[in-house]
């Protein structure tokens, strides 16, 4: 029996029975098929297409238009569509219940392959003369709208040719329309149609319709589950209104119209537009609003309470002067816009008494030079002079140091536009200046003096090297100031790449000469670390690494002193690449040499000099290839590994070797060190050299090849442990730390095996007679150690797994049930440990589980934990939490008592700064009985933190006196 379809019934049965529309997908299949001839179907339901009743006409256009959505994009031959087309255009005169189907079907006969896109014309024609758009539902609106952009992609020149009956078409359409959605849509391919179409005179017309939006002034609904944000809307309007070159005189009126009215999101708006209109309007666009420009953006960037404002008038202003500099060659328009800002900048800085009034003008003068090569040039030629002028002139240090500081940001900005040429003669004035900073006797201007000389290092002179080797010497002899001995090291360093010879002179072979070392250890250790930081450099690496290592391999009392400064300057990736550190070892044998001098005083040395050779070996080894580390490998460990055998003393000399190998270095041996690691772990009684094979296990489980290699080296780690006495209350400690450090591994590598051990760690939380132990190994896992389990040493390491631990911590805590009154403190001190490191959007999502926890910590007297839990319910009350605002009554008590603690000063400020933003962010009733009980009677104290609470004491009690107070808050 023939489906309906095949019959002329099938208009009565559209028109009678709803069930035929799931019958598309067969009709397809038969037209697809051959079977049936789609103008057969035209025929068989002709009847419910042409009925007198607009309803049932509205079901036959339905029924079509559904089953051309159906069809392959590609199987309708261009005299179907053609006919197809004029069907569809013709129904566009017909009632407007019809017209929904007619706007969807036509949108998808555009899109089939063999449309005329010729056809557009007559369609558009007869669209826009009978259907008014904005009296259509949002839909169908957005079908008028997808067909115009859908054409706009598939052939911009059939749209060009419409003419600009079409344009008006296409004004009138959009003009009025209210529906977010829609206008987002709009929004996105109007500056596309804007600048492929023209307007001709009807450029007035489609401005006003795009700019009677601006500025975007909406809410979206609570309710809308995908709403269109304001911001959304406004960032897609904003390129709408500068399209095209057209639109640049209305669009500048309109923007500074908007800059000069109170409300800040039209400021932001129309900062924003400005920016986005550099990128199309002509320079000349800019000529008659370049005063008022910089009149209004000068405005917004000394108002002081917006930085976001501020920020986005800076760059406003960039693309403002960027687009003005495209026309320097031309016209004065460009270079007198920056000489008025210059000399409102000069008379600002002139006029500054305060730092932050200097880096207000400094940072406009910033701004404007660093969008443009040309701008660059003319404010440093300017700049320079001033402001080394300027520092003789202010006597505040603060204010000294400030010019030092924009001095080496405009040497930044002349080298990143290459124009230190162009302002040669300007740029020697720095270094000069830097000698008189760096002569002063304050640690302020030495740091500023020195750290603007390495910024502008190549305007150095020859002349001056003297002076200021003369001066960095004696701040390295005499200085006991870290910061200053460290920017003192980098300033020498910065001034032996530029004159290598003069340092080899004065510094390596003089002042610092390692013969000449002297017998005073502070002074040698300064020296020590400048030349292994000197030693970096090729032209002094032979020279320097040779005597140091003479020193160790003779072992002088003072090789101690250079093992240390040769430790510290090679963990500084920033100075020794790995290429670097590799040729060291190379050509010199550092590995044996230290070594060799571990060996010898091993038993004598204090455990600090010795782990600096332990990580000077580990820091060598992870800079060489794998072949280079077998080799290595391969000449020591057998020594080594007897030696720990008889005494453990020596097991940091084999895990130094082993931790920094590549995950591709394996060796038959691995197998024998994992297990005399596993026992060294156990077994000895010296923590120190417990820790380090723990941490060899971890690192041998962490690299181990997945698949085979993974399988043997864990069940040779449970085959152990399984044989370890169950009876042995001594191994409880260690065995503990071991859980931790295997967890570590596995979690860092992504095994899911980690699961299993860190529910071993969680009974120990919940057992009083180890739960100490037990929450000092969730530290272990949660913490960062520079010389184990990262990167740089080659393992696995995973970013997301302090999340991870989070998530697995929180599921094992709840199947282990609640902790006694023995355990609790402990097992809240492991999940202050998790939280502490866990990322803050994963406990935005978790907070009814995190609050509880909080609350309860706060009842602790143990300080690590209270500073966690306080720092966590502060970005809770930040974010202005549902869940706090409901806890107040039990959090307030907690935090009023803590605001007196007397055994942290830093739990005290913290309280009164989580009290203080509770009073901001909740205007509730609940706060004002506290209000007395805050600590007042802090005296004066030359303490900072003593100051700090009793300031945030004031705020916060301040605050609540203006809780439900109308108006500006006074406490800020």
């Given at each position: 029996?023939?489906?309906?379809?095949?019959?002329?019934?099938?208009?009565?049965?559209i028109?009678?029975?709803?069930?035929?529309?799931?019958?598309?997908?067969?009709?397809?299949?038969?037209?697809?098929?051959?079977?049936?001839?789609?103008?057969?179907?035209?025929?068989?339901?002709?009847?419910?297409l042409?009925?007198?009743?607009?309803?049932?006409?509205?079901?036959?256009?339905?029924?079509?238009?559904?089953?051309?959505?159906?069809?392959?994009?590609?199987?309708?031959?261009?005299?179907?569509?053609?006919?197809?087309?004029?069907?569809?255009?013709?129904?566009?005169?017909?009632?407007?219940r019809v017209?929904?189907?007619?706007?969807?079907?036509?949108?998808?006969?555009?899109?089939?392959?063999n449309?005329?896109?010729?056809?557009?014309?007559?369609?558009?024609?007869?669209?826009?003369?009978?259907?008014?758009?904005?009296?259509?539902l949002?839909?169908d609106?957005?079908?008028?709208?997808?067909?115009?952009?859908t054409?706009?992609?598939?052939d911009?020149?059939?749209?060009?040719?419409?003419?600009?009956?079409?344009?008006?078409?296409?004004?009138?359409?959009?003009?009025?329309e209210?529906?977010?959605?829609?206008?987002?849509?709009?929004?996105?391919?109007?500056?596309?149609?804007?600048?492929?179409?023209?307007?001709?005179?009807?450029?007035?017309?489609?401005?006003?319709?795009?700019?009677?939006y601006?500025?975007?002034?909406?809410?979206?609904?609570?309710?809308?589950?995908?709403?269109?944000?304001?911001?959304?809307?406004?960032?897609?309007?904003c390129?709408?209104?500068?399209?095209?070159?057209?639109?640049?005189?209305?669009?500048?009126?309109?923007?500074?119209?908007?800059?000069?009215?109170?409300?800040?999101?039209?400021?932001?708006?129309?900062?924003?537009?400005?920016?986005?209109?550099?990128?199309?309007?002509?320079?000349?666009?800019?000529s008659?609003?370049?005063?008022a420009?910089?009149?209004?953006?000068?405005?917004?960037?000394?108002?002081?309470?917006?930085?976001e404002?501020?920020i986005?008038?800076?760059?406003?202003?960039?693309?403002?002067?960027?687009?003005?500099?495209?026309?320097?060659n031309?016209?004065?328009?460009?270079?007198?816009?920056?000489?008025?800002?210059?000399?409102?900048?000069?008379?600002?800085?002139?006029?500054?008494n305060?730092?932050?009034q200097?880096?207000?003008?400094?940072?406009?003068?910033?701004?404007?030079?660093?969008?443009?090569?040309?701008?660059?040039?003319?404010?440093?030629?300017?700049?320079?002079?001033?402001?080394?002028?300027?520092?003789?002139?202010?006597?505040?240090?603060?204010?000294q140091?400030?010019?030092?500081?924009?001095?080496?940001?405009?040497?930044?900005?002349?080298?990143?536009?290459?124009?230190?040429?162009?302002?040669?003669?300007?740029?020697?004035?720095?270094?000069?200046?830097?000698?008189?900073?760096?002569?002063?006797?304050?640690?302020e201007?030495?740091?500023?003096?020195?750290?603007?000389?390495?910024?502008?290092?190549?305007?150095?002179?020859?002349?001056?090297?003297?002076?200021?080797?003369?001066?960095?010497?004696?701040?390295?002899?005499?200085?006991?100031?870290?910061e200053?001995?460290?920017?003192?090291?980098?300033?020498?360093?910065?001034?032996?790449?530029?004159?290598?010879?003069?340092?080899?002179?004065?510094?390596?072979?003089?002042?610092?000469?390692?013969?000449?070392?002297?017998?005073?250890?502070?002074?040698?250790?300064?020296r020590?670390?400048?030349?292994?930081?000197?030693?970096?450099?090729?032209?002094?690496?032979?020279?320097?690494?040779e005597?140091?290592?003479?020193?160790?391999?003779?072992?002088?009392?003072?090789s101690?002193?250079?093992?240390?400064?040769?430790s510290?300057?090679?963990?500084?990736?920033?100075?020794?690449?790995?290429?670097?550190?590799?040729q060291i070892?190379?050509d010199?044998?550092?590995?044996?040499?230290?070594?060799?001098?571990?060996?010898?005083?091993?038993?004598?040395?204090?455990?600090?000099?010795?782990e600096?050779?332990?990580?000077?070996?580990?820091?060598?080894?992870?800079?060489?290839?794998?072949?280079?580390?077998?080799?290595?490998?391969?000449?020591?460990?057998?020594?080594?590994?007897d030696?720990?055998?008889?005494?453990?003393?020596y097991?940091?000399?084999?895990?130094?070797?082993?931790?920094?190998?590549?995950?591709?270095?394996?060796?038959?041996?691995?197998?024998?060190?994992?297990?005399?690691?596993?026992?060294?772990?156990?077994?000895?009684?010296?923590?120190?050299?417990?820790?380090k094979?723990?941490?060899?296990?971890a690192?041998?489980?962490?690299?181990?090849?997945?698949?085979?290699?993974f399988?043997?080296?864990?069940?040779?780690?449970?085959?152990?442990l399984?044989s370890?006495?169950?009876?042995?209350?001594?191994?409880?400690?260690?065995?503990?730390?071991?859980?931790?450090?295997?967890?570590?591994?596995?979690?860092?590598?992504?095994?899911?095996?980690?699961?299993f051990?860190?529910?071993?760690?969680?009974?120990?939380?919940?057992?009083?007679?180890?739960?100490?132990?037990g929450?000092?190994?969730?530290?272990l896992?949660?913490?960062?150690?520079?010389?184990?389990l990262?990167?740089?040493?080659?393992?696995?390491?995973?970013?997301?797994?302090?999340?991870?631990m989070?998530?697995?911590f929180?599921?094992?805590?709840?199947?282990?049930?609640?902790?006694?009154?023995?355990?609790?403190?402990?097992?809240?001190?492991?999940?202050?440990?998790?939280?502490?490191?866990?990322?803050?959007?994963?406990?935005?999502?978790?907070?009814?589980?995190?609050?509880?926890l909080v609350?309860?910590?706060?009842?602790?007297?143990?300080?690590?934990?209270?500073?966690?839990?306080?720092?966590i319910?502060?970005?809770?009350?930040?974010?202005?939490?549902?869940?706090?605002a409901?806890?107040?009554?039990?959090?307030?008590?907690r935090?009023v008592?803590?605001?007196?603690y007397?055994?942290?000063?830093?739990?005290?400020?913290?309280?009164?700064?989580?009290?203080?933003?509770?009073?901001?962010?909740?205007?509730?009733?609940?706060?004002?009985?506290?209000?007395?009980?805050?600590?007042?009677?802090?005296?004066?104290?030359?303490?900072?933190?003593?100051?700090l609470?009793?300031?945030?004491?004031?705020r916060a009690?301040?605050?609540?006196?203006?809780?439900g107070?109308?108006?500006?808050?006074?406490?800020?």
């Amino acid at each position: 029996m023939e489906p309906i379809w095949f019959k002329p019934d099938l208009a009565e049965e559209i028109i009678n029975q709803n069930d035929i529309f799931n019958e598309t997908h067969s009709i397809i299949t038969d037209i697809v098929s051959g079977y049936l001839d789609i103008t057969k179907i035209v025929e068989n339901m002709g009847g419910a297409l042409t009925n007198k009743d607009a309803a049932n006409r509205e079901k036959g256009m339905r029924f079509f238009t559904k089953i051309l959505k159906e069809l392959p994009r590609d199987y309708l031959s261009e005299v179907q569509i053609n006919f197809i087309s004029k069907f569809y255009i013709d129904r566009l005169k017909d009632n407007h219940r019809v017209i929904p189907a007619v706007l969807e079907g036509y949108l998808t006969l555009i899109e089939m392959k063999n449309y005329n896109f010729g056809l557009s014309a007559e369609y558009f024609t007869v669209l826009f003369r009978e259907v008014a758009c904005q009296s259509q539902l949002r839909q169908d609106r957005q079908n008028i709208y997808m067909t115009i952009q859908t054409l706009l992609d598939k052939d911009i020149e059939c749209l060009k040719q419409l003419g600009p009956d079409f344009v008006y078409g296409v004004i009138s359409a959009i003009d009025g329309e209210r529906d977010p959605r829609n206008l987002l849509f709009l929004f996105s391919f109007l500056p596309k149609f804007l600048a492929n179409i023209s307007l001709g005179h009807l450029v007035d017309e489609m401005f006003e319709v795009i700019s009677c939006y601006y500025p975007i002034d909406f809410h979206p609904s609570p309710d809308d589950p995908a709403a269109v944000s304001r911001d959304d809307l406004a960032k897609a309007l904003c390129p709408c209104l500068c399209a095209v070159q057209e639109f640049g005189e209305q669009c500048l009126v309109l923007l500074i119209e908007k800059l000069d009215s109170s409300l800040r999101i039209a400021k932001l708006d129309s900062l924003n537009l400005l920016a986005e209109s550099c990128k199309t309007f002509k320079p000349s666009t800019y000529s008659p609003f370049v005063k008022a420009l910089w009149s209004s953006i000068h405005r917004e960037i000394y108002q002081k309470t917006d930085e976001e404002l501020i920020i986005v008038a800076h760059e406003a202003l960039s693309a403002l002067v960027a687009n003005l500099a495209t026309s320097a060659n031309t016209d004065q328009c460009f270079e007198n816009f920056v000489k008025g800002i210059l000399i409102s900048m000069q008379t600002s800085l002139a006029d500054s008494n305060t730092v932050s009034q200097f880096v207000q003008a400094s940072r406009v003068l910033l701004t404007t030079a660093n969008s443009s090569k040309e701008s660059c040039i003319i404010v440093t030629q300017s700049m320079i002079p001033a402001i080394v002028a300027y520092y003789g002139f202010k006597t505040s240090l603060k204010l000294q140091v400030s010019s030092l500081e924009f001095l080496g940001d405009m040497y930044d900005l002349a080298k990143k536009w290459d124009v230190l040429n162009n302002v040669e003669k300007q740029i020697e004035e720095i270094p000069t200046l830097c000698l008189t900073a760096v002569s002063e006797p304050e640690k302020e201007h030495q740091i500023a003096g020195f750290k603007t000389l390495i910024r502008a290092i190549e305007a150095l002179k020859s002349e001056l090297v003297l002076p200021f080797v003369e001066i960095l010497i004696h701040v390295v002899q005499h200085s006991e100031d870290d910061e200053v001995l460290l920017v003192t090291v980098e300033t020498v360093h910065a001034i032996a790449r530029k004159f290598p010879e003069l340092i080899m002179d004065l510094v390596v072979k003089g002042k610092c000469s390692i013969e000449n070392i002297g017998n005073d250890k502070i002074m040698l250790q300064k020296r020590l670390n400048l030349l292994s930081n000197l030693a970096s450099i090729d032209d002094f690496t032979k020279v320097i690494i040779e005597e140091m290592l003479q020193i160790i391999t003779v072992s002088d009392e003072n090789s101690i002193n250079v093992v240390k400064a040769l430790s510290g300057s090679i963990s500084n990736t920033s100075l020794y690449t790995h290429e670097k550190v590799s040729q060291i070892e190379s050509d010199h044998g550092l590995i044996d040499s230290i070594l060799n001098w571990l060996l010898k005083e091993i038993k004598t040395a204090s455990k600090e000099s010795l782990e600096h050779g332990y990580m000077l070996i580990s820091n060598t080894m992870c800079s060489l290839p794998a072949e280079k580390q077998m080799a290595i490998l391969e000449k020591h460990s057998s020594g080594i590994v007897d030696k720990c055998k008889s005494e453990d003393l020596y097991f940091p000399l084999l895990e130094c070797l082993y931790r920094s190998l590549h995950k591709s270095v394996t060796c038959q041996t691995f197998n024998n060190i994992m297990t005399l690691s596993l026992s060294t772990a156990l077994n000895s009684e010296n923590e120190y050299v417990r820790t380090k094979a723990c941490c060899l296990v971890a690192h041998f489980l962490n690299k181990a090849d997945y698949g085979q290699k993974f399988e043997l080296s864990y069940e040779l780690l449970k085959n152990y442990l399984s044989s370890c006495s169950k009876d042995n209350q001594n191994l409880c400690s260690p065995l503990i730390q071991l859980f931790a450090w295997i967890t570590k591994a596995l979690i860092l590598r992504g095994s899911d095996t980690f699961m299993f051990w860190l529910q071993k760690l969680l009974l120990t939380i919940a057992n009083p007679d180890c739960c100490k132990q037990g929450s000092e190994a969730i530290k272990l896992i949660m913490s960062d150690y520079p010389d184990s389990l990262n990167s740089r040493l080659h393992c696995r390491t995973s970013i997301l797994y302090k999340q991870r631990m989070f998530q697995s911590f929180a599921m094992l805590a709840d199947k282990l049930g609640p902790f006694n009154e023995e355990t609790k403190e402990a097992y809240l001190l492991s999940w202050a440990y998790v939280l502490e490191k866990a990322p803050k959007t994963v406990l935005k999502n978790e907070v009814s589980k995190v609050i509880p926890l909080v609350v309860d910590g706060l009842d602790y007297d143990n300080k690590d934990l209270l500073i966690v839990m306080i720092d966590i319910l502060i970005y809770f009350v930040e974010a202005t939490n549902l869940i706090v605002a409901q806890s107040l009554q039990t959090i307030l008590p907690r935090l009023v008592k803590l605001s007196g603690y007397m055994k942290s000063m830093d739990v005290r400020i913290k309280s009164l700064q989580c009290l203080y933003e509770i009073a901001n962010s909740y205007k509730t009733a609940l706060l004002l009985p506290y209000k007395s009980e805050i600590l007042f009677d802090l005296a004066p104290s030359l303490d900072d933190k003593k100051r700090l609470v009793r300031n945030m004491a004031v705020r916060a009690r301040t605050r609540w006196y203006l809780v439900g107070a109308p108006g500006e808050d006074k406490a800020e």
